[in-house]
Structure formats: C-alpha cells, structure tokens
Nanobody, 127 residues
Framework: QVQLVESGGGLVQAGGSLRLSCVAS????????VGWFRQAPGKEREFVSA????????YNADSVKGRFTISRDNAKNTVYLQMNSLKPEDTAVYYC????????????????????WGQGTQVTVSS
C-alpha cells in the first residue's frame, strides 16, 4: 500500500510560483500513474494534472495548461507540480493520489479512480 505526503504549499501573490512535492512510501510507487487534484472551500475536488507511471506522458486540465507542469522522479519516489503564473482562483488544498490500476495509461478526471490520498497542502494566492 502506497502512502503519500504532500508539501510545498504556502501563500503567494498572484503571478508567483510554487512547487509542490508528493513523496511516496511503501508499495511500488513507480508502477502507478499519479494525479494532482485540488479542492477549494465549498467546491468539489477537481482534477489538475496527471503523469504516467514512467513519466512518459502528462495530462493537464485546461485551467492550468501552460502554467502548471507535472513531473516525477521514481528514484526519489516523488512527483512534483510546478505552478507558475498563479491566480487567486488557484487557491485550494492540493492533493496527490495514485491510479487504482498499475501501469494504467488512462487519466480519468474522477477522484474515485484514484487512491492512497495524501493529507493535502494548502495553496493560497492573493490578488
């Protein structure tokens, strides 16, 4: 069973940058695609970005294309989310999770298709 811990969140002004990290322990992390999601107060958890189990393919939500970049280092059991040109509407708790199926090449937007959720890291973007 993979356990995930997110970090790197904080308070930043609009236009600024943050890099989130998702560190895994246990299980076979390198066998699973990983997704980043976010949840703002009063809203549903939404898909942000995902990366293939070997890092060979990435997929981003339209709202973050051109601004966010997902990457992974399987040797460090870590997935990153580089967030540039941040906007106030990016304010949310950010979570990482793994696809429920190993070696999957699908990247569904539904949180129900992911598991081993971390505790989340707060990102606040001020205007």
């Amino acid at each position: 069973q993979v356990q995930l811990v997110e970090s790197g969140g904080g308070l930043v002004q609009a236009g600024g940058s943050l890099r989130l990290s998702c560190v895994a322990s246990g299980g076979t992390f390198s066998s699973y695609a990983v997704g980043w999601f976010r949840q703002a107060p009063g809203k549903e958890r939404e898909f942000v970005s995902a990366i293939r189990w070997n890092g060979g393919l990435t997929y981003n939500a339209d709202s973050v294309k051109g601004r966010f970049t997902i990457s992974r280092d399987n040797a460090k059991n870590t997935v990153y989310l580089q967030m540039n040109s941040l906007k106030p509407e990016d304010t949310a708790v950010y979570y990482c999770a793994v696809r429920l199926v190993p070696y999957s090449d699908t990247y569904p937007r539904s949180p129900a298709q992911y598991g081993s959720w971390g505790q989340g890291t707060q990102v606040t973007v001020s205007s």
